[in-house]
């Protein structure tokens, strides 16, 4: 299991929060994820044979938000 943190711009509120964990947490791999937006964070929990950080990245992008490198 790989554990990696991403930078999200946008989150401001709980229900951004739980629209980046809900999208997140659906993917096939991914065993934890949590949003922190205070510190525009996203700390996920994967199998980096199932899913990778792009999709992952896609995922967020795809609720709203931007994801930086």
């Known amino acids: ?5 991403i930078s999200v711009e946008g989150m401001t509120c709980g ?3 739980s629209s980046v964990e809900e999208a997140v947490g659906k ?3 991914v065993e934890t994820v949590t949003a ?12 980096d044979q199932k899913v990778d950080l792009a999709k992952v990245a ?5 609720v709203g938000f931007d994801v930086k490198q």
């Open 58 to 62: 896609e995922e967020i992008e795809d």
């Open 36 to 47: 922190d937006v205070d510190n525009n964070q996203v700390t996920i929990a994967f199998n």
């Open 15 to 17: 229900h951004c929060k």
């Open 27 to 29: 993917l096939e791999g």
């Open 1 to 5: 299991m790989r554990k990696d943190t």
